[in-house]
Nanobody
Framework: QVQLVESGGGLVQPGGSLRLSCADS????IGWFRQAPGKKREGVAC????????IYKDPVKGRFIISSDPTKNMVYLQMNNLRSEDTARYYC????????????????WGKGTQVTVSP
């Protein structure tokens, strides 16, 4: 069974940066979604370890970068130029079976890590 463990969240000022980490089992497709209180889950980024390609949702394009370290079965989310609207709990996820990144289906996820962007 896939197990995902996130870390790296915290409090950061607007314009600052954070890097989130996720330990997983080496799934081919892996990504991040976030959820703020009272809001629906929102996909953020997803990548294929097969060819290294990645996709991003519009609100984070140009600011967030997803990457992986295959030697450690780790995936990262580098978040730059953070905004208050990025405040949410961030979850590492593996898409539902038979789904790739583009479907934005959340099959398995971890407990998440809180990111708060505030002055």
């Amino acid at each position: 069974q896939v197990q995902l463990v996130e870390s790296g969240g915290g409090l950061v000022q607007p314009g600052g940066s954070l890097r989130l980490s996720c330990a997983d089992s080496g799934s081919t497709f892996i990504g991040w979604f976030r959820q703020a209180p009272g809001k629906k889950r929102e996909g953020v980024a997803c990548m294929s370890r097969g060819d290294g390609s990645a996709i991003y949702k519009d609100p984070v394009k140009g600011r967030f970068i997803i990457s992986s370290d295959p030697t450690k079965n780790m995936v990262y989310l580098q978040m730059n130029n953070l905004r208050s609207e990025d405040t949410a709990r961030y979850y590492c996820y593996v898409p539902q079976p038979m789904s790739a990144c583009g479907a934005w289906t959340f099959g398995t996820w971890g407990k998440g890590t809180q990111v708060t962007v505030s002055p």
